[in-house]
T-cell receptor, first 110, second 117 residues
Framework: RKEVEQDPGPFNVPEGATVAFNCTYSNSASQSFFWYRQDCRKEPKLLMSVYSSGNEDGRFTAQLNRASQYISLLIRDSKLSDSATYLCVVGNTGGFKTIFGAGTRLFVKA | DVKVTQSSRYLVKRTGEKVFLECVQDMDHENMFWYRQDPGLGLRLIYFSYDVKMKEKGDIPEGYSVSREKKERFSLILESASTNQTSMYLC????????????????FGPGTRLTVL
């Protein structure tokens, strides 16, 4: 079993739609969680960190469920510019290693 | 504007050649990483370094070595390139947290797409 698993998609949604991605992790000791965004042929960039209480940044909402060991990303009112691959990332306290999921591809169409 | 640069965007080498990939960051970060990214597998950690001259193996270090002689520069070396090392190579850096703190945001370079023939 992979340490971090994501549905690879692709998710094809119309503009204005709401779309949700889930990511599961296997190490119950994991302490930090992130969503990164990677555009085609570009490097990954941090989209948002995921906190225990959940957090929101504009149209994006991230949630953490420690009991079930998954994190989620919700995108509301999708824009064409949201088309990208979304990477789930999990890290542990005191270490420098973070584990990247393989990513979920999103296509937003007009 | 923070920056991580990599020496080449595209590289074509022959099997058996020695390959050097260079990464430089201007953020005074202590930690630097080398990943490779392959379709369906995501980013896999090859090596990382938390200080000058310090290095740690990641998940797939076989066939690779690294060098960190200066804080800002982290080099990945393929001693004898093989076709299964054809991949996208990404360098990243992050600042050192206080002891026991969590890993923070990683800043990535633009990547080097290496093809080994």
């Amino acid at each position: 079993r992979k340490e971090v698993e994501q549905d690879p998609g692709p998710f094809n949604v119309p503009e204005g739609a709401t779309v949700a991605f889930n990511c599961t992790y296997s190490n119950s000791a994991s302490q930090s969680f992130f969503w990164y965004r990677q555009d085609c042929r570009k490097e990954p960039k941090l989209l948002m960190s995921v906190y225990s209480s959940g957090n929101e940044d504009g149209r994006f909402t991230a949630q953490l469920n420690r009991a079930s060991q998954y994190i989620s990303l919700l995108i509301r009112d999708s824009k064409l510019s949201d088309s990208a691959t979304y990477l789930c990332v999990v890290g542990n306290t005191g270490g420098f290693k973070t584990i990247f999921g393989a990513g979920t591809r999103l296509f937003v169409k007009a | 504007d923070v920056k991580v640069t990599q020496s080449s965007r595209y590289l074509v080498k022959r099997t058996g050649e020695k390959v050097f990939l260079e990464c430089v960051q201007d953020m005074d970060h202590e930690n630097m990483f080398w990943y490779r990214q392959d379709p369906g597998l995501g980013l896999r950690l090859i090596y990382f370094s938390y200080d000058v001259k310090m290095k740690e193996k990641g998940d797939i270090p076989e066939g690779y070595s690294v060098s960190r002689e200066k804080k800002e520069r982290f080099s990945l070396i393929l001693e004898s390139a093989s076709t299964n090392q054809t991949s996208m190579y990404l360098c990243a850096s992050t600042s050192q947290g206080l002891a026991g703190s969590l890993p923070g945001e990683q800043f990535f370079g633009p990547g080097t797409r290496l093809t080994v023939l």
